[in-house]
């Protein structure tokens, strides 16, 4: 059984901090995506990452998937209220393309 | 269109009553998903349709059963849930290619079932 354990598990910052979100796994998978979900909504993709050491930005978010594909990073820099929610990473295995392995979440909040 | 579509946005139900729950996607995917999501817990894959016909069943309880009528639609056929059944339940979509990043899942906005 493939597993994504994700730390920490509730963030509180302030307005303006930087911090990090981790994935990690001993399994190996094909692609890794991440997801923010909101209270009463569904995930919403944010980005994929395919390659090993492939780093993707999208504004103040840096996502890293690891060199052997089996853990990942969300960076965010300059923290803001809009980016509190549920941030959740999941991993396509090889071979089960129509499963993703959902990490355990992580809940950010972030306040003024 | 890259928009997943959810009815209804609520529901309560009985545990004697049929009720069904609707997902449509126009993004030409091939791959519909139900997930089932716990308050403060990942979402929990439920069924998977691949190419209109059903290819995971993880191993839900028959009061629950999926139906896909084409390749844009997909339900769920609820009847004689438990409480314990009170959820969101989120369907997804994707292109349904295997690896290379090309299976995206992207979720429509869930319907919050409350059982009485």
């Known amino acids: 059984t493939q597993l994504l354990e994700q730390s920490p598990q509730f963030l509180s910052i302030q307005e303006g901090e930087n911090l990090t979100v981790y994935c990690n796994s001993s399994s190996v998978f094909s692609s890794l995506q991440w997801y923010r979900q909101e209270p009463g909504e569904g995930p919403v993709l944010l980005v994929t990452?395919?390659?090993?050491?492939e780093v993707k930005k999208l504004k103040r978010l840096t996502f890293q998937f690891g060199d052997a594909r089996k853990d990942s990073s969300l960076h965010i820099t300059a923290a803001q209220p809009g980016d509190t929610g549920l941030y959740l990473c999941?991993?396509?295995?090889?071979?089960?393309?129509?499963?993703?392995?959902f990490g355990t979440g992580t809940r950010l909040q972030v306040t003024l | 269109d890259t928009e997943v579509t959810q009815t209804p946005k609520h529901l309560v139900m009985g545990m004697t009553n049929k009720k069904s729950l609707k997902c449509e996607q126009h993004?030409?995917?091939?791959?519909m998903y139900w997930y089932k999501q716990k308050a403060k817990k990942p979402p929990e894959l439920m069924f998977v349709?691949?190419?209109?016909?059903?290819?995971i069943n993880e191993s839900v309880p028959s009061r629950f059963s999926p139906e896909c009528p084409n390749s844009s639609l997909l339900n769920l056929h609820l009847h004689a849930l438990q409480p314990e059944d009170s959820a969101l339940y989120l369907c997804?979509?994707?292109?349904?290619?295997?690896?290379?990043?090309?299976?995206?899942?992207?979720f429509g906005p869930g319907t919050r079932l409350t059982v009485l």
């Open positions: 997804a979509s994707s292109q349904g290619h295997a690896g290379g990043g090309a299976n995206e899942q992207f």
């Open positions: 993004m030409g995917h091939r791959a």
């Open positions: 990452v395919v390659t090993g050491g």
């Open positions: 999941a991993g396509e295995g090889a071979g089960t393309a129509s499963k993703l392995t």
């Open positions: 349709y691949s190419y209109e016909k059903l290819s």
